[in-house]
């Protein structure tokens, strides 16, 4: 997905757990470090390294706010607490 001129990679997993090898690979080529994947879990954020070493910020969502991804990603960048 586009958002602010960057390319946001989304990765859909079936479950709450498993292997985000995809997802790092384009993180590694990524030049930022903003990634989403929508799951079977609760809203969080993680501070994820790719298995060369870059860090970046993984954005997790619940199925239900797929529709509104493009808000959650202003959200995270913007550094607000949820609350707010």
Request: aromatic residues 10%; hydrophobic residues 35%; proline residues 5%.
């Amino acid at each position: 997905m586009q958002h602010n001129g960057n390319i946001i990679p989304i990765e859909v997993k079936s479950g709450s757990t498993g292997s985000l090898r995809s997802l790092h690979a384009f993180m590694d080529t990524a030049p930022h470090n903003l990634a989403v994947r929508l799951y079977n879990g609760k809203l969080k954020t993680d501070h994820i390294f790719t298995l060369n070493g870059k860090k970046y910020l993984l954005l997790n969502l619940p199925y239900y706010l797929g529709g509104q991804i493009e808000n959650y990603l202003d959200w995270v960048k913007s550094g607000r607490n949820p609350d707010q």
